[in-house]
């Protein structure tokens, strides 16, 4: 059984950074794309960038050009980079899992990540 387990996240101000760990377990030799997604309150979960196991990197416009996803510890850990972080940005985050490669749109749904981490909260102060 896949498990993800989130680390990071906090309280900073406006232009600060912050990083977000993701570390996966469980995992077989399957391929799999790891996808953040953040969720503020009575919003629905939004994507905001996913990594493939080829390490092609996809991320939304509201965070691109601020915002880095990469993998570390042999891909078993992905990293979610904040940078120049905006108030809009303050929401709960979480990575998720999906089961084989995603390409453009699909790493983008979050109906087809199979595993979600327990989630983080991000709050940035204007």
């Known amino acids: 059984q896949v498990q993800l387990v989130q680390s990071g996240g906090g309280l900073v101000q406006a232009g600060g950074s912050l990083r977000l760990s993701c570390e996966g377990s469980?995992?077989?030799?399957?391929?799999?794309?790891v996808g953040w997604f953040r969720q503020g309150p009575g919003e629905t979960r939004t994507f905001v960038a996913a990594?493939?196991?080829?390490?092609?990197?996809y991320y939304s416009d509201s965070v691109k050009g601020r915002f880095t996803i990469s993998k570390e510890n042999f891909g078993n850990t992905v990293i979610l980079q904040m940078d120049n972080l905006k108030p809009e940005d303050t929401a709960s985050y979480y990575c998720?899992?999906?089961?084989?490669?995603?390409?453009?749109?699909?790493?983008?749904?979050?109906?087809?990540?199979?595993?979600w981490g327990q989630g983080t909260q991000v709050s940035v102060s204007s």
């Open positions: 998720a899992q999906m089961v084989g490669y995603c390409t453009g749109p699909g790493c983008r749904d979050r109906r087809l990540y199979n595993y």
């Open positions: 990594i493939t196991r080829n390490a092609n990197t």
């Open positions: 469980g995992r077989s030799d399957r391929p799999y794309s």
